[in-house]
């Protein structure tokens, strides 16, 4: 499975921002999907898991309530709308993909499929 994440840039404190993942490489409508950032000298943190069919969707308690994960099997592109963001989300975002195992979503472990990686900046 590839992956090309995209949608990154520069906003202010308050402000929007929508990324896309676009895949190829594997039946898009048969795998999970998740979003998760990375700052440096960190680890990589879960911020949001689609499943094949959108059935189940879990967010981070850092970006709850103010950021939506979605999917188009027909675009084969998942998307992650953030809202009123904050310095705090500053990171390099990245796209995962794996296929619908019992394994645990909010673990990057249990993606063997990533993108590049966007860089999403927030100033204050």
């Known amino acids: 499975v590839q992956l090309q994440a995209s949608g990154g840039g520069l906003v202010q404190a308050g402000g929007s921002l929508t990324l896309s993942c676009a895949t190829s490489?594997?039946?898009?409508?048969?795998?999970?999907m998740g979003w998760f950032r990375q700052t440096p000298g960190k680890e990589r943190e879960f911020v949001a898991t689609?499943?094949?069919?959108?059935?189940?969707?879990s967010y981070a308690d850092s970006v709850k309530g103010r950021s939506t994960i979605s999917r188009d099997n027909a675009k084969a592109t998942v998307y992650l709308h953030m809202t009123s963001l904050k310095p705090e989300d500053t990171a390099v975002y990245y796209c995962?993909?794996?296929?619908?195992?019992?394994?645990?979503?909010?673990?990057?472990?249990?993606?063997?499929?990533w993108g590049q990686g966007t860089q999403v900046t927030v100033s204050s």
């Open positions: 689609i499943t094949w069919n959108g059935g189940i969707i």
């Open positions: 490489g594997r039946t898009f409508s048969e795998i999970d």
């Open positions: 995962a993909a794996k296929m619908p195992l019992y394994s645990d979503p909010k673990s990057p472990s249990a993606y063997p499929y």
